[in-house]
Protein backbone atom coordinates (compact mmCIF):
# COMPACT_ATOMS: atom_id res chain seq x y z
CA UNK A 1 0.00 0.00 0.00
CA UNK A 2 2.65 2.58 1.18
CA UNK A 3 4.65 1.78 -2.05
CA UNK A 4 2.76 1.32 -4.63
CA UNK A 5 -0.50 2.41 -3.95
CA UNK A 6 0.77 6.15 -2.70
CA UNK A 7 3.44 5.80 -5.07
CA UNK A 8 1.31 5.76 -8.36
CA UNK A 9 -1.67 7.53 -6.59
CA UNK A 10 0.46 10.62 -7.00
CA UNK A 11 1.44 10.14 -10.55
CA UNK A 12 -0.82 12.70 -12.66
CA UNK A 13 1.22 15.80 -12.26
CA UNK A 14 2.66 16.32 -16.05
CA UNK A 15 6.40 17.57 -14.45
CA UNK A 16 6.30 15.20 -11.42
CA UNK A 17 4.85 11.89 -13.19
CA UNK A 18 7.39 9.43 -12.22
CA UNK A 19 9.51 11.93 -9.87
CA UNK A 20 6.65 11.35 -7.57
CA UNK A 21 7.05 7.59 -7.20
CA UNK A 22 10.54 8.68 -6.01
CA UNK A 23 9.52 10.69 -3.68
CA UNK A 24 7.10 8.47 -2.05
CA UNK A 25 9.58 5.73 -2.00
CA UNK A 26 12.35 8.17 -0.10
CA UNK A 27 9.91 9.86 2.35
CA UNK A 28 8.66 5.97 3.06
CA UNK A 29 12.03 4.93 3.45
CA UNK A 30 13.49 8.22 5.68
CA UNK A 31 9.89 8.72 7.18
CA UNK A 32 10.04 4.61 8.93
CA UNK A 33 13.46 4.81 10.25
CA UNK A 34 12.71 8.25 12.38
CA UNK A 35 9.29 6.78 12.86
CA UNK A 36 11.05 3.53 14.77
CA UNK A 37 13.51 5.37 16.55
CA UNK A 38 10.41 8.29 18.09
CA UNK A 39 8.74 4.57 18.72
CA UNK A 40 11.70 3.59 20.47
CA UNK A 41 12.70 6.73 22.33
CA UNK A 42 8.70 7.94 22.96
CA UNK A 43 6.31 5.18 23.29
CA UNK A 44 8.93 2.75 24.92
CA UNK A 45 11.09 4.92 26.92
CA UNK A 46 9.48 3.23 30.53
CA UNK A 47 11.23 -0.09 29.12
CA UNK A 48 14.45 1.51 29.60
CA UNK A 49 15.44 -0.47 25.95
CA UNK A 50 14.45 -0.24 22.12
CA UNK A 51 12.83 -3.09 20.81
CA UNK A 52 12.98 -3.24 17.38
CA UNK A 53 10.67 -6.35 15.28
CA UNK A 54 8.15 -6.90 12.78
CA UNK A 55 5.48 -4.88 14.77
CA UNK A 56 6.84 -1.91 15.41
CA UNK A 57 8.53 -1.58 11.69
CA UNK A 58 4.41 -2.33 10.90
CA UNK A 59 3.70 0.48 13.25
CA UNK A 60 6.66 2.65 11.78
CA UNK A 61 5.30 2.15 8.47
CA UNK A 62 1.69 3.35 9.07
CA UNK A 63 3.26 6.44 10.90
CA UNK A 64 5.58 7.49 7.57
CA UNK A 65 2.48 7.06 5.58
CA UNK A 66 1.01 10.35 6.99
CA UNK A 67 3.93 11.90 5.05
CA UNK A 68 2.83 10.48 2.01
CA UNK A 69 -0.47 11.71 2.81
CA UNK A 70 0.84 15.43 3.22
CA UNK A 71 3.02 14.94 -0.24
CA UNK A 72 -0.41 14.96 -2.30
CA UNK A 73 -1.16 18.33 -0.99
CA UNK A 74 2.02 19.76 -1.60
CA UNK A 75 3.28 18.37 -4.82
CA UNK A 76 4.44 20.71 -7.48
CA UNK A 77 5.28 23.71 -5.12
CA UNK A 78 8.05 21.91 -3.11
CA UNK A 79 11.27 20.50 -3.85
CA UNK A 80 13.27 17.31 -2.15
CA UNK A 81 14.94 19.28 0.80
CA UNK A 82 11.75 21.01 1.87
CA UNK A 83 9.70 17.48 1.96
CA UNK A 84 12.60 16.39 4.02
CA UNK A 85 12.18 18.96 6.27
CA UNK A 86 8.64 18.36 6.33
CA UNK A 87 9.08 13.91 6.65
CA UNK A 88 11.33 14.93 9.86
CA UNK A 89 8.71 17.33 11.53
CA UNK A 90 5.85 15.69 10.47
CA UNK A 91 6.46 12.19 11.73
CA UNK A 92 7.74 13.54 15.01
CA UNK A 93 4.45 15.33 15.63
CA UNK A 94 2.17 12.37 14.49
CA UNK A 95 3.86 10.28 17.00
CA UNK A 96 4.02 12.60 19.58
CA UNK A 97 0.23 12.97 19.29
CA UNK A 98 0.15 8.88 19.52
CA UNK A 99 1.73 9.50 22.62
CA UNK A 100 -0.41 12.19 24.01
CA UNK A 101 -3.65 9.76 23.05
CA UNK A 102 -2.45 6.78 24.56
CA UNK A 103 -0.81 8.17 27.30
CA UNK A 104 -3.07 10.61 28.77
CA UNK A 105 -6.48 10.15 26.78
CA UNK A 106 -6.49 6.60 26.76
CA UNK A 107 -6.84 5.88 23.64
CA UNK A 108 -5.97 2.48 22.00
CA UNK A 109 -3.38 2.23 20.00
CA UNK A 110 -5.63 0.97 16.68
CA UNK A 111 -7.76 4.41 17.28
CA UNK A 112 -4.48 6.65 17.69
CA UNK A 113 -3.10 5.44 14.68
CA UNK A 114 -6.36 5.70 12.97
CA UNK A 115 -6.33 9.26 13.07
CA UNK A 116 -3.46 9.43 10.85
CA UNK A 117 -5.75 10.39 7.57
CA UNK A 118 -7.16 13.75 9.50
CA UNK A 119 -3.40 14.56 10.48
CA UNK A 120 -1.94 14.06 7.49
CA UNK A 121 -4.41 16.16 5.56
CA UNK A 122 -4.57 19.15 8.13
CA UNK A 123 -0.79 18.95 8.40
CA UNK A 124 -0.12 19.22 4.68
CA UNK A 125 -2.83 22.27 4.56
CA UNK A 126 -0.71 23.84 7.31
CA UNK A 127 2.67 23.75 4.77
CA UNK A 128 0.42 24.88 1.50
CA UNK A 129 -0.39 27.65 3.93
CA UNK A 130 3.18 28.52 5.02
CA UNK A 131 4.49 28.52 1.34
CA UNK A 132 4.87 31.80 -0.18
CA UNK A 133 1.34 33.48 -1.70
CA UNK A 134 0.63 33.26 -4.54
CA UNK A 135 2.56 30.73 -6.18
CA UNK A 136 5.45 31.37 -8.60
CA UNK A 137 5.18 30.82 -12.13
CA UNK A 138 7.41 27.94 -11.95
CA UNK A 139 5.32 26.36 -9.54
CA UNK A 140 2.09 26.62 -11.12
CA UNK A 141 3.79 25.15 -14.33
CA UNK A 142 4.56 21.89 -12.25
CA UNK A 143 0.94 21.84 -11.19
CA UNK A 144 -0.58 21.29 -14.43
CA UNK A 145 -2.09 17.37 -15.05
CA UNK A 146 -1.18 15.27 -17.53
CA UNK A 147 -3.35 12.86 -18.81
CA UNK A 148 -0.94 10.03 -20.53
CA UNK A 149 -0.05 8.51 -16.35
CA UNK A 150 -3.98 8.32 -15.50
CA UNK A 151 -3.65 4.58 -15.52
CA UNK A 152 -0.79 4.58 -13.17
CA UNK A 153 -2.78 7.05 -11.24
CA UNK A 154 -5.90 4.35 -11.39
CA UNK A 155 -3.77 1.86 -10.83
CA UNK A 156 -2.72 2.69 -7.38
CA UNK A 157 -6.48 4.10 -6.49
CA UNK A 158 -7.25 0.12 -6.82
CA UNK A 159 -4.43 -1.22 -4.76
CA UNK A 160 -4.94 0.92 -2.00
CA UNK A 161 -8.86 0.24 -2.38
CA UNK A 162 -8.31 -3.84 -2.58
CA UNK A 163 -6.09 -3.48 0.84
CA UNK A 164 -7.42 -1.05 2.93
CA UNK A 165 -9.62 -3.60 4.76
CA UNK A 166 -6.04 -5.39 6.21
CA UNK A 167 -4.88 -1.19 6.78
CA UNK A 168 -8.02 -0.40 8.95
CA UNK A 169 -7.63 -3.90 10.95
CA UNK A 170 -3.22 -4.01 11.32
CA UNK A 171 -3.44 -2.58 14.71
CA UNK A 172 -7.00 -5.13 16.18
CA UNK A 173 -5.89 -7.85 18.21
CA UNK A 174 -9.08 -9.27 19.37
CA UNK A 175 -10.42 -11.71 16.07
CA UNK A 176 -14.15 -10.54 16.35
CA UNK A 177 -12.62 -7.18 16.18
CA UNK A 178 -10.80 -7.20 13.28
CA UNK A 179 -13.24 -9.43 11.19
CA UNK A 180 -15.68 -6.52 12.02
CA UNK A 181 -13.18 -4.27 10.54
CA UNK A 182 -12.29 -5.96 7.70
CA UNK A 183 -16.00 -6.51 6.78
CA UNK A 184 -17.15 -3.25 7.35
CA UNK A 185 -14.17 -1.25 5.78
CA UNK A 186 -15.47 -3.08 2.52
CA UNK A 187 -18.99 -2.16 2.60
CA UNK A 188 -17.85 1.64 3.04
CA UNK A 189 -15.37 1.05 0.27
CA UNK A 190 -17.90 -0.18 -2.11
CA UNK A 191 -20.34 1.86 -1.67
CA UNK A 192 -18.44 4.79 -1.42
CA UNK A 193 -17.14 3.23 -5.33
CA UNK A 194 -20.74 3.35 -6.49
CA UNK A 195 -21.38 6.91 -4.88
CA UNK A 196 -18.40 8.32 -6.69
CA UNK A 197 -19.35 7.01 -10.24
CA UNK A 198 -22.71 7.52 -10.14
CA UNK A 199 -22.48 11.36 -8.94
CA UNK A 200 -19.09 12.31 -10.77
CA UNK A 201 -21.39 10.56 -14.26
CA UNK A 202 -24.59 12.82 -12.78
CA UNK A 203 -22.36 16.34 -12.25
CA UNK A 204 -20.43 16.00 -15.76
CA UNK A 205 -23.18 17.18 -18.40
CA UNK A 206 -22.31 14.70 -20.69
CA UNK A 207 -22.69 11.81 -18.57
CA UNK A 208 -18.81 11.28 -18.53
CA UNK A 209 -16.77 10.08 -15.50
CA UNK A 210 -14.16 12.37 -14.48
CA UNK A 211 -11.78 10.20 -13.46
CA UNK A 212 -10.38 13.12 -10.68
CA UNK A 213 -13.22 12.13 -8.69
CA UNK A 214 -12.89 8.81 -8.79
CA UNK A 215 -9.20 8.98 -7.25
CA UNK A 216 -10.38 11.09 -4.53
CA UNK A 217 -13.93 9.52 -3.81
CA UNK A 218 -13.29 5.55 -3.59
CA UNK A 219 -11.02 5.60 -1.25
CA UNK A 220 -13.28 8.01 1.85
CA UNK A 221 -15.20 4.94 2.39
CA UNK A 222 -12.36 3.25 3.97
CA UNK A 223 -10.91 6.18 5.58
CA UNK A 224 -14.14 7.31 7.22
CA UNK A 225 -14.36 3.82 8.73
CA UNK A 226 -11.15 3.57 9.76
CA UNK A 227 -11.43 4.65 13.78
CA UNK A 228 -15.16 3.29 14.04
CA UNK A 229 -14.40 0.19 11.94
CA UNK A 230 -14.74 -2.43 15.13
CA UNK A 231 -17.55 -0.69 17.05
CA UNK A 232 -19.97 -1.01 13.86
CA UNK A 233 -22.44 -4.10 14.32
CA UNK A 234 -24.62 -2.98 11.48
CA UNK A 235 -23.98 -3.44 7.71
CA UNK A 236 -25.87 -0.69 6.85
CA UNK A 237 -24.35 1.97 9.18
CA UNK A 238 -20.66 1.13 6.99
CA UNK A 239 -22.48 1.93 4.38
CA UNK A 240 -24.56 4.74 4.93
CA UNK A 241 -20.89 6.24 6.17
CA UNK A 242 -19.27 5.53 2.95
CA UNK A 243 -22.15 6.85 0.98
CA UNK A 244 -21.71 10.48 3.21
CA UNK A 245 -18.31 10.23 2.51
CA UNK A 246 -18.22 9.53 -0.98
CA UNK A 247 -21.01 12.52 -1.29
CA UNK A 248 -18.69 14.43 0.96
CA UNK A 249 -15.36 14.12 -1.70
CA UNK A 250 -17.03 14.96 -4.65
CA UNK A 251 -18.91 17.97 -3.46
CA UNK A 252 -15.54 19.26 -2.02
CA UNK A 253 -13.44 18.20 -4.63
CA UNK A 254 -15.66 19.99 -7.81
CA UNK A 255 -17.37 22.98 -5.49
CA UNK A 256 -15.21 23.64 -2.28
CA UNK A 257 -11.62 23.40 -3.85
CA UNK A 258 -12.10 25.93 -6.68
CA UNK A 259 -13.68 28.09 -3.91
CA UNK A 260 -11.05 27.79 -1.20
CA UNK A 261 -8.09 28.25 -4.03
CA UNK A 262 -10.07 31.44 -5.23
CA UNK A 263 -10.93 33.37 -1.62
CA UNK A 264 -7.78 31.93 0.63
CA UNK A 265 -5.24 30.73 -1.96
CA UNK A 266 -5.99 27.89 -0.36
CA UNK A 267 -4.52 24.91 -3.28
CA UNK A 268 -5.06 21.32 -2.57
CA UNK A 269 -3.35 19.46 -5.19
CA UNK A 270 -4.29 16.04 -5.02
CA UNK A 271 -7.59 17.32 -3.07
CA UNK A 272 -6.44 15.21 0.08
CA UNK A 273 -8.53 17.44 1.91
CA UNK A 274 -11.46 15.46 0.26
CA UNK A 275 -10.00 12.33 0.42
CA UNK A 276 -8.54 12.35 3.82
CA UNK A 277 -9.40 15.32 6.05
CA UNK A 278 -13.21 15.10 5.77
CA UNK A 279 -13.72 11.76 5.55
CA UNK A 280 -11.12 11.22 8.63
CA UNK A 281 -12.48 13.82 10.62
CA UNK A 282 -16.39 12.21 10.40
CA UNK A 283 -15.21 9.04 11.34
CA UNK A 284 -13.20 10.30 14.58
CA UNK A 285 -16.78 12.04 15.26
CA UNK A 286 -18.38 8.47 14.85
CA UNK A 287 -16.14 6.84 16.60
CA UNK A 288 -16.88 9.15 19.71
CA UNK A 289 -20.11 8.71 19.39
CA UNK A 290 -20.58 4.88 18.93
CA UNK A 291 -17.86 5.01 22.20
CA UNK A 292 -20.37 7.03 24.30
CA UNK A 293 -23.39 4.29 23.79
CA UNK A 294 -20.94 1.44 24.17
CA UNK A 295 -20.72 3.03 27.74
CA UNK A 296 -23.88 3.63 27.83
CA UNK A 297 -24.97 0.13 27.10
CA UNK A 298 -22.31 -1.57 29.03
CA UNK A 299 -23.03 0.53 32.66
CA UNK A 300 -24.42 -1.32 35.72
CA UNK A 301 -27.80 -1.10 36.39
Known amino acids: ?11 SLRRHCWSS ?5 FLLALGVQLAVLLDGLLIQL ?14 ATMSATSVLISAGVVLGKVNLLQLVFMTLIEVTAFSATRLVGMNY ?8 MMYIHMFAAYFGLTV ?36 WPSFNSALLEVADERKKAVLNT ?41 APSHLIHSPWLAMVLGFVAGVISIGGVKYVQA ?11 YGVHYTFG ?16 LEETTKPT
Open 1 to 11: MATLGFGFLNT
Open 46 to 59: SLRKMTINMSSIQK
Open 186 to 226: YYALAVSMVTAILMSSLAHPQGKINMTHIHNAVLAGGVVVG
Open 105 to 112: LSMEEHVS
Open 128 to 163: VCCLQKPLPSASEDKDQTATSPSLFTMLGTLFLWIF
Open 21 to 25: VAFNL
Open 259 to 269: CLQRTVQLHDT
Open 278 to 293: LPGLLGGIVNIVLMEL
